[in-house]
């Protein structure tokens, strides 16, 4: 049975790393971002995800109020 946390864990694998910014995993590899190394796992780091994300360059303003 699958555990649900209450929180985002710090360090995330492929899989979830990807569902957190919304994309495929193949695109997540493609994106070349820094992982870490615990044991044999590789594990991309929430900060590293969120300063990735936090650099996109936005759309512009929604005209609509929205």
């Known amino acids: 049975m ?5 929180f985002t ?3 995330l694998p492929s899989p979830q790393a990807a ?7 193949s695109m997540l590899r493609e994106l ?3 992982r870490k190394k615990l044991g044999s ?3 991309y ?3 590293a995800l ?3 994300a936090d650099g996109l360059s ?3 303003v929604i005209e609509d109020g929205w």
């Open 32 to 34: 070349a971002l820094p």
């Open 41 to 43: 796992k590789r594990l």
């Open 58 to 60: 936005d759309d512009g």
């Open 50 to 52: 969120d300063a990735y």
């Open 2 to 6: 699958a555990k649900t946390l209450e």
């Open 9 to 11: 864990p710090r360090l």
């Open 19 to 25: 569902h957190y910014l919304g994309i495929s995993e």
């Open 45 to 47: 780091d929430r900060l």
